[in-house]
């Protein structure tokens, strides 16, 4: 009898399945459609971001490879006829670039050591130790995020007009020797590190400057990195701040070389000081590329659970 049952009931229950099975396939269908179509969505938007950052420098390298005639066509070609790499010469000799070059190199990597000094123990001291006061000092900090260069640059003129810093690599140099958006960075990355490995690098008597530099440093390698890429780029492209603390060539860095392309004989030469924009750019694209898998951990990095 039972077996008779379950015969009867077999293809009944198969029957009534049928359906179901099919609208789990539809929905199964739908959700792959939708899968599809959300991933064309997202790669059309990235490569609408690509194009709409890179078409920029596509365009400056176009018109530094132009002649000046060229530069004038409306609407303009995209594709040099004869590139003309001879514009890149010219913009070199347009004055002391390898001079304004040397001072740029030394200025951004001066401020980008001293930076490193003051904002890893800032940071560590910040993160790591509760004192009197550590709050309102950390606040101070970042209230000088607040504040714009251009609005304090007249005092900090006259004090280092005061102590004869004025036309000097130092006098570009000290008014970045630290960084309150370092500290901060600094300070959140060092927090996210397990209490546990502390403790145990303290039980086994190293000092403090040793976590720092074999603990803590080593595990925030990306962040770092990343604020450096930053700093670099900021200060590589100053064109204020050396302007405003330089009178004569001396001190002068590679974007005030370049403005000075702008005009020649009354005229835009629009190819030159394209080509001159390029050599500016090229050291800070060589080192984003040197660089970029350490910002792509950086923007991923979770610490030590």
Do not use: C
């Not at 030394?106 to 790591?128: D, N």
């Not at 509760?130 to 007249?154: E, R």
Request: hydrophobic share 55%; no cysteine; aromatic share 12%.
């Amino acid at each position: 009898m039972k077996a008779a049952n379950r015969a009867i009931e077999g293809p009944i229950r198969a029957a009534a399945g049928t359906p179901m099975n099919g609208i789990r396939s539809k929905r199964a269908l739908l959700r792959t459609i939708m899968n599809v179509v959300l991933r064309l969505a997202n790669a059309a938007g990235l490569l609408l971001l690509v194009l709409i950052f890179a078409l920029p420098f596509v365009w400056m390298l176009s018109t530094s490879l132009k002649t000046l005639p060229e530069t004038m066509i409306f609407p303009p070609e995209w594709i040099p006829r004869n590139p003309v790499w001879k514009n890149y010469v010219d913009a070199w000799n347009t004055g002391p670039f390898l001079h304004y070059m040397t001072n740029s190199v030394i200025i951004a990597v001066s401020i980008l050591l001293l930076q490193m000094l003051t904002i890893i123990p800032a940071s560590y001291a910040f993160a790591r130790y509760k004192f009197a006061g550590s709050g309102f000092l950390f606040s101070i900090v970042m209230v000088t995020l607040m504040i714009p260069s251009q609005l304090i640059f007249l005092p900090v003129y006259l004090e280092l007009s005061a102590f004869k810093l004025l036309n000097t690599h130092l006098g570009l140099i000290l008014p970045f020797a630290s960084s309150a958006f370092g500290i901060f960075l600094l300070r959140q990355a060092f927090r996210q590190i397990s209490d546990e490995l502390i403790e145990a690098a303290r039980l086994d008597q190293a000092a403090e400057w040793k976590i720092i530099v074999r603990i803590m440093v080593p595990m925030v390698k990306p962040v770092l990195v990343t604020f450096a890429l930053f700093s670099f780029i900021a200060h590589w492209n100053d064109y204020f701040w050396p302007l405003v603390m330089t009178t004569n060539e001396t001190a002068r860095t590679l974007p005030i070389g370049i403005a000075k392309i702008r005009e020649v004989e009354g005229v835009g030469t629009w190819n030159i000081l394209m080509a001159g924009n390029l050599i500016l750019v090229a050291p800070i694209l060589v080192v984003f590329f040197l660089s970029q898998r350490q910002i792509i951990k950086a923007f991923v990095y979770n610490g030590v659970k």
